[in-house]
């Protein structure tokens, strides 16, 4: 049992249930209710909510991660080659992901996240931008800049994920699953510990925290979640490349969280929802629609550091 | 073959892209020593460079020199305007002030696609015509970028070293709390520092035009140049900019003489992720990480 | 060597080519509060820094409860029974003080994963008891009324209190306190002084101060070490440190000091 620490704790207030609950509804709706456009975005939300929930808890711990969709790309290529060559089901593809991308994740981890802030952020770059030229020029296993394409649709247990509807149900829970676990996290004491190493480092190590194997933990938990991000997406698609987790989508993933509320556990769900329709649906005025993100990125940072979940937070307790 | 012409053009190759890696460099590493900040827009600077020299030569007619003059007093106002502007805010906040730079170069490159489309556009050469030094040839107007970068850098020499701003400018670079300490002032300096940083940018980018074409996506290469050369050499150390900037071009150009474009491309990444993890100050770097 | 919980043995220092601590030895008896004192630049920080693990010296040792604990990590250090405070950013300022307390004892929290990547063996509490120990901890410091207050939002005086009571969450045996009195004023100093006397009678804790409050040392501490520029020039109780004539020439000078 904690204590009722933080005056963010849930406070129990009905409304906030209550609007999670609609929330919840609204979403398990969507394949009955919205067009074949509409589940898609459902779709496409669930998973940046998934892998940007990653970053998220990268971030709560101190750290923030310009690389993180090569970890999306390891989960999305180790999956797919454990199925195509090591003949294994959906399930285990992604268990492979994960497992590579945790491996990779504390080697690299243990030796990066002795660095702070900026340097820790040019490194995870230079990472992603490794790995996507390391995809392209290993053409004989990952199809170099032409990818894999043609990747089956997923299965579990004989139930094929073949229509959208059908695996915005698998999105959708896996993505619910990481939101849920995230919550707990920082309901229990390493969750309390990980916004201990953010906040003060010195203080919590000198509390008798370990600072670096706290952030490795985040780190390679983050990069895993990322990694299950990446192989389904690769499923959904039906086909990966060099340029489906470069830089750019490393760097939208950190709009995401930055915009969405980066302390928040409803900041990557809030980043998500607000930015993944809107590439699809402003197909026309790409342009406008960036200049729109670098606006608000500047504006949010400037005016709103808690993010748009910083906004919904002091709307719950009527602005205190 | 002839090793010796291979060999000649390499370095004539790697000085000339050197050079161009030396101004984003110095530019880069003046920002970040100035404030701290990793300027994510320093790619479309550089990309704005090139298009105003594009416009200046074929618009306007201007000679090249008034193209590069003009170019460089156009960004370093503009620089010092945005960061007055934009980035005032996040002088101290070291990563919150480069995510806005990300924001600031999503906005320039957009605009630049939506004011001059996709499309590369070709400079016509700056002068026409090869020139034989010894047993290489080397077209002229490449010459002529070796000569501006090089005058470039003379005055940019002579004004940190004898000016008082510059002086002022160095002494906040490399010791950033003295400085602070000794009463620099911040309101010029902030907008001076960023301003002349991002002003090298767009000169580097002038200067290439006419050797690469013009086009909104064409900061992304230099901006990723400068990290890596700046990593290198160390962030916030002027010289080491400038050493890396050269080594890295010379490297390059000889490199590609026995690898494949790729693998040499990847072996500088680890490189830079070995010289982070190893010695994060660069080979000269000053500051903590 | 009989009692002595805190060893420092022949610790130097160096920057460079400068000597920050020259052989420094002294040793802290279980029970006792303990200063340091020096002038400004005499090295007091350094060892401070050596001492509780957060940098290794250049040479010599540093032993608690007969245990080697040179050169920390910080967490180490902790584990094995040795708490520091903070002179600046002393407390978590983005959450109420409660939680502030509640971070400070996580590493002790049994079959929480903090702990186990903690290492920490001893004084583990089980989950039931935190909201308690919290409680005891905000009582053995004062701090209850605030409890729910954001640390951010103390006054001063009170942000040190708390980050006293952040180390105390540890259950150390000692505690080293750096310059605990910096920027108090009369009252607060004197009610310092009457918490920390109240903690070693009660609480059985051993105290190291780092101080440049001369009074409070004076009062407080039952034996001294003297530093100047990195060399111990005195060690004694305070009757004997003010009569000490290297110390007076080197650093209390006038009679002014004498009557603290």
């Given at each position: 049992?904690?204590?009722?620490?933080?005056?963010?704790a849930?406070?129990?207030?009905?409304?906030?249930?209550?609007?999670?609950?609609?929330?919840?509804?609204?979403?398990?709706?969507?394949?009955?209710?919205g067009?074949?456009?509409?589940?898609?975005?459902?779709?496409?939300?669930?998973?940046?909510?998934?892998?940007?929930?990653?970053?998220?808890?990268?971030?709560?711990?101190?750290?923030?991660?310009?690389?993180?969709?090569?970890?999306?790309?390891?989960?999305?290529?180790?999956?797919v080659?454990?199925?195509?060559?090591?003949?294994?089901?959906?399930?285990?593809?992604?268990?492979?992901?994960?497992?590579?991308?945790?491996?990779?994740?504390?080697?690299?981890?243990?030796?990066?996240?002795?660095?702070?802030?900026?340097?820790?952020v040019?490194?995870?770059?230079?990472?992603?931008?490794?790995?996507?030229?390391?995809?392209?020029?290993?053409?004989?296993?990952?199809?170099?800049?032409?990818?894999?394409?043609?990747?089956?649709?997923?299965?579990?247990?004989?139930?094929?994920?073949?229509?959208?509807?059908?695996?915005?149900?698998?999105?959708?829970?896996?993505?619910?699953?990481?939101?849920?676990?995230?919550?707990?996290?920082?309901?229990?004491?390493?969750?309390?510990?990980?916004?201990?190493?953010?906040?003060?480092?010195?203080?919590?190590?000198?509390?008798?925290l370990?600072v670096?194997?706290?952030?490795?933990?985040?780190?390679?938990?983050g990069?895993i979640?990322?990694?299950?991000?990446?192989?389904?997406?690769?499923?959904?698609?039906?086909?990966?490349?060099?340029?489906?987790?470069?830089?750019a989508?490393?760097?939208?993933?950190?709009?995401?969280?930055?915009?969405?509320?980066?302390q928040?556990?409803w900041?990557?769900?809030a980043?998500?929802?607000?930015?993944?329709?809107?590439?699809?649906?402003?197909?026309?005025?790409?342009?406008?629609?960036?200049?729109?993100?670098?606006?608000?990125?500047?504006?949010?940072?400037?005016?709103?550091?808690?993010?748009?979940?910083?906004?919904?937070?002091?709307?719950?307790?009527?602005?205190? | 073959?002839?090793?010796?012409?291979?060999a000649?053009?390499?370095?004539?190759?790697?000085?000339?892209?050197?050079?161009?890696?030396?101004?984003?460099?110095?530019?880069?590493?003046?920002?970040?020593?100035?404030?701290?900040?990793?300027?994510?827009?320093?790619?479309?600077?550089?990309?704005?460079?090139?298009?105003?020299?594009?416009?200046?030569?074929?618009?306007?007619?201007?000679?090249?020199?008034?193209?590069?003059?003009?170019?460089?007093i156009?960004?370093?106002?503009?620089?010092?305007?945005?960061?007055?502007?934009?980035l005032?805010?996040?002088?101290?906040?070291?990563?919150?002030?480069?995510?806005?730079?990300?924001?600031?170069?999503?906005?320039?490159?957009n605009l630049?696609?939506?004011?001059?489309?996709?499309?590369?556009?070709?400079?016509?050469?700056?002068?026409?015509?090869?020139?034989?030094?010894?047993?290489?040839?080397?077209?002229?107007?490449?010459?002529?970028?070796?000569?501006?970068?090089?005058?470039?850098?003379?005055?940019?020499?002579?004004?940190?070293?004898?000016?008082?701003?510059?002086?002022?400018l160095?002494?906040?670079?490399?010791?950033?709390?003295?400085?602070?300490?000794?009463?620099?002032?911040?309101?010029i300096?902030?907008?001076?520092?960023?301003?002349?940083?991002?002003?090298?940018?767009?000169?580097?980018?002038?200067?290439?035009?006419?050797?690469?074409?013009?086009?909104?996506?064409?900061?992304?290469?230099?901006?990723?140049?400068?990290?890596?050369?700046?990593?290198?050499?160390?962030?916030?150390?002027?010289?080491?900019?400038?050493a890396?900037?050269?080594?890295?071009?010379?490297?390059?150009?000889?490199?590609?003489l026995?690898?494949?474009?790729?693998?040499?491309?990847?072996?500088?990444?680890?490189?830079?992720?070995?010289?982070?993890?190893?010695?994060?100050?660069?080979?000269?770097?000053?500051?903590?990480a | 060597?009989s009692?002595?919980?805190?060893?420092?043995?022949?610790?130097?220092?160096?920057?460079?080519?400068l000597?920050?601590?020259?052989?420094?030895?002294?040793?802290?008896?279980?029970?006792?509060?303990?200063?340091?004192?020096?002038?400004?630049?005499?090295?007091?920080?350094?060892?401070?820094?050596?001492?509780?693990?957060?940098?290794?010296?250049?040479?010599?040792?540093?032993?608690?409860?007969?245990?080697?604990?040179?050169?920390?990590?910080?967490?180490?250090?902790?584990?094995?029974?040795?708490?520091?405070?903070?002179?600046?950013?002393?407390?978590?300022?983005s959450?109420?003080?409660?939680?502030?307390?509640?971070?400070?004892?996580?590493?002790?929290?049994?079959?929480?994963?903090?702990?186990?990547?903690?290492?920490?063996?001893?004084?583990l509490?089980?989950?039931?008891?935190?909201?308690?120990?919290v409680?005891?901890?905000?009582?053995?410091?004062?701090?209850?009324?605030?409890?729910?207050?954001?640390?951010?939002?103390?006054?001063?005086?009170?942000?040190?209190?708390?980050?006293?009571?952040?180390?105390l969450?540890a259950?150390?045996?000692?505690?080293?306190?750096?310059?605990?009195?910096?920027?108090?004023?009369?009252?607060?100093?004197?009610?310092?002084?009457?918490?920390?006397?109240?903690?070693?009678?009660?609480?059985?804790?051993?105290?190291?101060?780092?101080e440049?409050?001369?009074?409070?040392?004076?009062e407080?501490?039952?034996?001294?070490?003297v530093?100047?520029?990195?060399?111990?020039?005195?060690?004694?109780?305070?009757?004997?440190?003010?009569?000490?004539?290297?110390?007076?020439e080197?650093?209390?000078?006038?009679?002014?000091?004498?009557?603290?």
């Amino acid at each position: 049992m904690t204590i009722s620490s933080t005056p963010l704790a849930t406070s129990g207030r009905p409304i906030r249930w209550l609007a999670g609950a609609l929330m919840l509804v609204a979403a398990l709706a969507v394949p009955w209710v919205g067009s074949p456009f509409i589940v898609h975005l459902a779709v496409l939300v669930a998973l940046n909510v998934l892998i940007v929930n990653g970053l998220m808890l990268i971030s709560r711990c101190g750290q923030l991660s310009l690389g993180h969709a090569a970890f999306a790309a390891i989960g999305a290529y180790a999956s797919v080659l454990a199925s195509s060559r090591l003949g294994l089901g959906f399930g285990a593809g992604v268990l492979v992901g994960a497992v590579v991308a945790g491996v990779v994740a504390c080697a690299l981890g243990w030796v990066i996240l002795r660095l702070r802030g900026v340097y820790f952020v040019l490194v995870t770059f230079a990472c992603g931008e490794l790995m996507r030229l390391a995809l392209l020029d290993g053409a004989d296993w990952s199809g170099g800049a032409n990818g894999i394409a043609g990747i089956p649709a997923a299965t579990l247990f004989g139930f094929a994920f073949d229509t959208r509807a059908r695996f915005y149900g698998l999105a959708l829970a896996v993505a619910l699953l990481s939101c849920l676990g995230i919550w707990t996290l920082f309901k229990r004491p390493l969750g309390h510990a990980i916004d201990a190493v953010r906040e003060n480092p010195a203080l919590a190590e000198s509390t008798g925290l370990s600072v670096h194997r706290l952030q490795v933990l985040a780190f390679v938990t983050g990069c895993i979640l990322a990694a299950v991000g990446g192989a389904l997406q690769v499923r959904y698609i039906g086909f990966v490349s060099p340029e489906s987790f470069n830089t750019a989508i490393s760097i939208g993933y950190v709009i995401m969280l930055v915009i969405g509320g980066r302390q928040s556990v409803w900041g990557p769900l809030a980043g998500a929802m607000v930015l993944t329709p809107l590439p699809e649906l402003f197909r026309g005025a790409v342009q406008t629609q960036h200049v729109f993100y670098g606006a608000a990125l500047i504006l949010i940072l400037r005016f709103l550091p808690d993010g748009l979940a910083g906004l919904g937070r002091l709307a719950w307790r009527g602005g205190r | 073959m002839d090793w010796t012409v291979l060999a000649a053009q390499a370095s004539i190759n790697g000085l000339i892209v050197g050079l161009l890696y030396l101004l984003m460099a110095v530019g880069f590493t003046l920002v970040f020593g100035v404030m701290r900040m990793v300027n994510f827009a320093h790619g479309e600077f550089y990309m704005l460079g090139a298009f105003s020299a594009y416009f200046m030569t074929t618009g306007l007619h201007l000679p090249f020199l008034a193209t590069v003059a003009g170019t460089f007093i156009g960004a370093v106002v503009a620089g010092a305007l945005l960061e007055w502007a934009v980035l005032k805010p996040f002088r101290s906040d070291e990563l919150n002030g480069m995510i806005a730079t990300i924001g600031l170069a999503m906005i320039m490159q957009n605009l630049a696609l939506m004011f001059f489309g996709p499309d590369p556009l070709s400079m016509p050469a700056v002068v026409r015509g090869a020139t034989r030094l010894g047993t290489v040839v080397i077209p002229t107007s490449r010459l002529y970028v070796v000569a501006f970068a090089l005058a470039v850098l003379a005055l940019l020499y002579v004004f940190l070293r004898w000016s008082r701003p510059g002086r002022a400018l160095r002494a906040v670079v490399e010791d950033f709390d003295i400085a602070a300490i000794q009463g620099i002032r911040s309101k010029i300096y902030y907008p001076l520092g960023f301003g002349i940083g991002v002003g090298l940018a767009a000169v580097a980018g002038a200067l290439m035009a006419p050797l690469f074409s013009v086009s909104p996506f064409v900061g992304a290469t230099p901006l990723l140049k400068a990290f890596i050369v700046v990593i290198l050499g160390g962030l916030g150390s002027i010289p080491g900019a400038a050493a890396a900037g050269l080594l890295l071009g010379l490297a390059e150009s000889y490199a590609s003489l026995f690898l494949s474009t790729s693998t040499a491309d990847m072996l500088i990444f680890v490189i830079v992720i070995a010289m982070l993890v190893v010695r994060p100050k660069g080979l000269f770097g000053k500051g903590e990480a | 060597m009989s009692d002595a919980l805190l060893q420092v043995e022949k610790v130097s220092r160096w920057f460079g080519g400068l000597a920050a601590l020259r052989e420094l030895s002294f040793s802290v008896r279980e029970g006792e509060i303990f200063g340091l004192i020096g002038p400004n630049g005499a090295g007091k920080t350094t060892a401070f820094n050596v001492i509780s693990g957060t940098m290794p010296p250049s040479a010599g040792r540093v032993c608690f409860a007969g245990r080697d604990i040179t050169a920390g990590p910080p967490s180490r250090t902790v584990a094995a029974g040795l708490a520091r405070t903070f002179q600046s950013t002393s407390t978590y300022p983005s959450v109420s003080v409660a939680e502030n307390v509640y971070r400070g004892l996580l590493s002790r929290v049994s079959g929480s994963v903090a702990c186990r990547l903690g290492g920490r063996r001893d004084a583990l509490l089980p989950p039931q008891e935190v909201a308690g120990e919290v409680d005891a901890i905000l009582r053995m410091t004062e701090l209850q009324a605030w409890r729910n207050t954001c640390a951010g939002a103390l006054p001063y005086g009170l942000q040190k209190k708390l980050g006293i009571a952040v180390a105390l969450a540890a259950r150390p045996r000692m505690l080293l306190l750096d310059e605990p009195a910096a920027g108090l004023n009369h009252e607060e100093c004197r009610e310092l002084g009457v918490m920390l006397r109240r903690l070693r009678d009660e609480h059985g804790l051993t105290l190291l101060l780092v101080e440049h409050h001369m009074a409070l040392v004076m009062e407080l501490c039952q034996r001294i070490v003297v530093l100047v520029q990195g060399e111990k020039i005195a060690e004694g109780t305070p009757g004997e440190i003010r009569e000490d004539p290297a110390v007076i020439e080197a650093y209390l000078g006038a009679p002014k000091y004498a009557h603290a």
